[in-house]
């Protein structure tokens, strides 16, 4: 079983909504996890960090669930511009990625 | 600030051949790795780093060499290139392993190989 996992979409929603997605990770004593964002054919970017306390920017809200053992990334008013691959992952000496969830915003 | 720079930006190589992709970061990151991305697909492991003179292997490492003689540089050296090692190579790099610090990636290098 991969440390995390995720839906891998593609969730396709209106512009103005909100959407949210999960993340489910397997190792319990993990602590912090973050949120990257790719755009097609683009590398990787950190878009949060999620500790036990949660973390919100702007339109972005990233909670962490220990009793439930998933990360969740919540994104208000969407824009267009939020089309993108959203990728998590938790912390461990080597980073393995997976697919992530692609998100398209509809106009 | 460069961050992290990897060069070259394209490349087109012909079956047999061998070449070194380059990755160097400004931020004195402990911590580099070597990904690659085929078409649709996410993110795999080939080599990665925890420090100077330290390297081990990925996910996918078959084909694949690295060394750190430096903090600063992690150079990806394709032995002998196979059509198979088409993809999109990101460097990435931080602070530490694991913890709580994310990683910065580089632009990446997209590999054709013929």
């Known amino acids: 079983r991969k440390e995390v996992e995720q839906d891998p979409g593609p969730f396709n929603v209106p512009e103005g909504a909100t959407v949210a997605f999960n993340c489910t990770y397997s190792n319990s004593a993990s602590q912090s996890f973050f949120w990257y964002r790719q755009d097609c054919r683009k590398e990787p970017k950190l878009l949060m960090s999620v500790y036990s306390s949660g973390n919100e920017d702007g339109r972005f809200t990233a909670q962490l669930n220990r009793a439930s053992q998933y990360i969740s990334l919540l994104i208000r008013d969407s824009k267009l511009s939020d089309s993108a691959t959203y990728l998590c992952?938790?912390?461990?000496?080597?980073?393995?990625f997976g697919k992530g969830t692609r998100l398209h915003i509809l106009p | 600030n460069a961050g992290v720079t990897q060069t070259p930006k394209f490349q087109v190589l012909k079956t047999g051949q061998s070449m070194t992709l380059q990755c160097a970061q400004d931020m004195n990151h402990e911590y580099m790795s070597w990904y690659r991305q085929d078409p649709g697909m996410g993110l795999r492991l080939i080599h990665y780093?925890?420090?100077?003179?330290?390297?081990d292997q990925g996910e996918v490492p078959n084909g694949y060499n690295v060394s750190r003689s430096t903090t600063e540089d992690f150079p990806l050296r394709l032995l002998s290139a196979a059509p198979s090692q088409t993809s999109v190579y990101f460097c990435?790099?931080?602070?530490?392993?694991?913890?709580?610090?994310?990683?910065?990636f580089g632009s990446g290098t997209r590999l054709t190989v013929v």
């Open positions: 990435a790099s931080s602070y530490s392993p694991g913890g709580n610090y994310g990683y910065t």
């Open positions: 992952v938790g912390p461990r000496d080597k980073i393995i």
């Open positions: 780093s925890v420090g100077a003179g330290i390297t």
